[in-house]
């Protein structure tokens, strides 16, 4: 092999690329650690007093009848608050910084990943609207939220992506042409008639809104697309099947059906028309709003592979202190500890790569403003009502404007890149590190550990899934591939035609 030709470009890696969290400790305002603590302390309540007591009971009434909701479990959430916890004081939320909202789900997570994710996904929704940076409907979707879950009602925001022949490659900009995208949005005036179907969307049957990725031109959906607010109650929408799954069962996964559904223009979240007023050209500005929402979202998957690495830790370790065999105590025996410490391990491993990541979005990504020390302390120190009867101001055009200048114009391609690349690493770490867990726990448990009454093989089947969603794992690593190695090899292509 002769690699005297082959093109290299710096080797080491940027030390930006290295370590995010270095840095964060010195930007990040103090004031987070106390929220994170209280984000814990707020989490473990609602584990230990609403999931655990009716985790088994969700999964088997699922599995009894796959068509069953589990609308008293978000009941639940929202009167805890839960659905507004991470929205920002300015739109009207309990403005828990996004820096925590990890730590948060790990502890909903190590008990029941479905559960978390019914929870967890509405931050899914609203965080891609975030990443269209529309001030108007982010403000308004806040509001309504917040208003909804003060008198008891829900409100709650599902992602659409996913298509019947489409999955990875509605999610990669380099795949999109080639893939068999088919919801096509129709410009007409005042609006888009949207016609098509989105599959295995979580909380789909549950959710009021509904952000859509759609494309005017099917076939360049690359530099095509829209991103639309849809309303359940929307003429033209309804709700498909509900998938019987095998794991997190109690999430639902729903079929989302348009047939010429009217979005008006004031709905459109972004499309071509607003990316014009961009420096990026439309394809550019999708790839930057993918890698806001998969940096901030793939961390989040990954922190759910941390949960159920945990849970499959924390199964084990009961097992094995509450197990004699031949007269010896299991914890007692050398191997089980190795076991356990190997298990240990992952998870903290698992969880410093999500931190990492989520680091890379308080610096670069999509809590970046919400962490600048200045405005955290501003936001902090002015009462809820001066924002709110300020409010109006994000309906200015101005302001989306202003914002989009900042965190779209202003956002620098090796920044793109660092958010995106490490929610990758995050997502892998946690997921393979949870799937890992858990074939060490069936190893230390034995014949006990398929027992459903031992919890492990209900958290193998909830872990599985995370391998698979929010980019399968095989493609975060090409994707790790194009955002920190792809630089050193200049003339290397990645997502390249001929792999296709
Ligand atoms: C429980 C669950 C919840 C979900 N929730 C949502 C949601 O809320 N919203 C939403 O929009 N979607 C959601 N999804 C969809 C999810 O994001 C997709 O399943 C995922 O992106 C994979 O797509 P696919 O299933 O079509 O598999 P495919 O894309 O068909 O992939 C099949 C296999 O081929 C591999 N592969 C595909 N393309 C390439 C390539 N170019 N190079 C190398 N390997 C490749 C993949 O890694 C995989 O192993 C959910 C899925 C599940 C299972």
Redesign the pocket.
Do not use: P, R
């Given at each position: 092999m002769d690699i005297s030709n082959a093109v290299f470009h710096g080797l080491k890696p940027e030390f930006d690329d290295i370590t995010s969290a270095f840095r964060a400790t010195v930007n990040q305002p103090s004031g987070i650690v106390n929220e994170a603590r209280e984000v814990v302390k707020i989490a473990r309540a609602f584990t230990e007093e609403v999931i655990r007591p009716s985790m088994g009971l969700l999964d088997a009434a699922v599995t009894d009848d796959p068509q069953y909701l589990p609308w008293d479990f978000v009941k639940k959430a929202n009167e805890w608050g839960l659905y507004s916890m991470f929205i920002p004081k300015i739109f009207g939320g309990k403005g828990y910084n996004f820096s925590c909202v990890n730590f948060f789900i790990e502890e909903l997570g190590s008990a029941c990943l479905a559960m978390a994710n019914l929870v967890g996904?509405h931050y899914?929704g609203y965080g891609l609207l975030i990443s269209s940076w529309n001030l108007r409907l982010i403000n308004r979707i806040s509001r309504e939220i917040v208003k909804k879950e003060k008198k008891g009602e829900l409100c709650l925001v599902?992602?659409?992506?996913?298509e019947p022949d489409?999955?990875?490659?509605?999610?990669n900009v380099e795949?999109m042409n080639t893939g068999n995208l088919r919801c096509f949005a129709k410009k007409v005036p005042g609006g888009y008639f949207l016609t098509g179907t989105?599959i295995?969307?979580?909380?789909g049957h549950l959710s009021t809104w509904h952000v859509v990725h759609a494309y005017t031109d099917p076939e360049k959906a690359s530099e095509n697309t829209v991103m639309l607010l849809v309303n359940s109650g929307f003429d033209g929408f309804s709700l498909g099947k509900k998938e019987n799954?095998m794991g997190?069962k109690g999430c639902p996964?729903s079929e989302l059906i348009f047939k010429d559904c009217f979005i008006p223009d004031d709905h459109v979240c972004i499309d071509n028309v607003q990316i014009q007023k961009l420096k990026r050209s439309p394809e550019k500005t999708n790839e930057q709003i993918f890698a806001y929402i998969w940096g901030a979202s793939r961390a989040s998957v990954g922190t759910f592979g941390v949960a159920g690495a945990r849970g499959a830790y924390e199964t084990a370790l009961k097992f094995a202190a509450a197990t004699t065999i031949n007269n010896s105590k299991l914890i007692n025996q050398e191997w089980c500890q190795s076991l356990l410490a190997r298990m240990y391990s992952n998870v903290a491993v698992a969880r410093t790569a999500c931190y990492e990541a989520t680091q890379a979005n308080a610096q670069h990504g999509l809590w970046k403003l919400m962490n600048h020390k200045i405005m955290y302390y501003t936001v902090r120190l002015t009462p809820g009502w001066v924002f709110k009867t300020f409010s109006g101001l994000f309906n200015l055009p101005l302001a989306t404007t202003l914002i989009r200048k900042i965190n779209l114009d202003r956002q620098e391609d090796h920044e793109i890149g660092r958010v995106d690349g490490w929610g990758s690493i995050a997502k892998i770490t946690g997921t393979d590190a949870a799937m890992e867990n858990c074939r060490l726990a069936m190893e230390l448990m034995g014949q006990a550990g398929v027992r459903t009454d031992s919890g492990l093989e209900k958290i193998i089947r909830d872990v599985r899934?995370l391998q698979?969603?929010?980019?399968?794992n095989?493609?975060n690593r090409?994707n790790v591939f194009k955002r920190f190695i792809q630089k050193s090899c200049p003339e290397s292509e990645v997502?390249s035609k001929t792999?296709?």
């Open positions: 996904v899914l599902s992602l659409a992506m996913t489409a999955g990875t490659d509605s999610q795949l989105k295995f969307i979580s909380n799954k997190q996964a899934l698979i969603y929010e980019g399968t095989e493609i090409l997502f792999n296709v």
